[in-house]
């Protein structure tokens, strides 16, 4: 079973720049998809990227493609989503969640390991 702990989160300005990190400890983080999800205050938990066990795949909620990259650092056993151009609706509580399925998904139900999340504030 993994262990998944999310790290980075905090203030930002809107248009500015931040990066979330996930790591994982009990087994390697390279067998699994790993996604990242947030939600925001008053709202459901909703998708924002995944990566293949690999790293050669990756997907992204519209709104934050092109200003964000989901990434793994297998040596260091975490995986990094880097955001830019930041705006205050991605204000939310960021949670890395880890897949035995290798597919890169969006459903929230398939994946299996859950951090309890980091908190981004983007202030206008």
């Known amino acids: 079973q993994v262990q998944l702990v999310e790290s980075g989160g905090g203030l930002v300005q809107a248009g500015g720049s931040l990066r979330l990190s996930c790591s994982a400890s009990g087994r390697t983080l390279s067998i699994y998809t790993v996604a990242w999800f947030r939600q925001a205050p008053g709202k459901g938990r909703e998708f924002v990227a995944a990566i293949s066990r690999s790293g050669g795949n990756t997907v992204y909620l519209d709104s934050v493609k092109g200003r964000s990259a989901i990434s793994r650092d297998d040596a260091k056993n975490t995986v990094n989503l880097e955001m830019s151009r930041m705006k205050p609706e991605d204000t939310a509580v960021y949670y890395c969640?880890?897949?035995?399925?290798?597919?890169?998904?969006?459903?929230?139900?398939?994946?299996?390991?859950w951090g309890r999340g980091t908190l981004v504030t983007v202030s206008s």
């Open positions: 969640a880890a897949a035995e399925m290798n597919l890169l998904i969006r459903v929230e139900s398939l994946y299996n390991y």
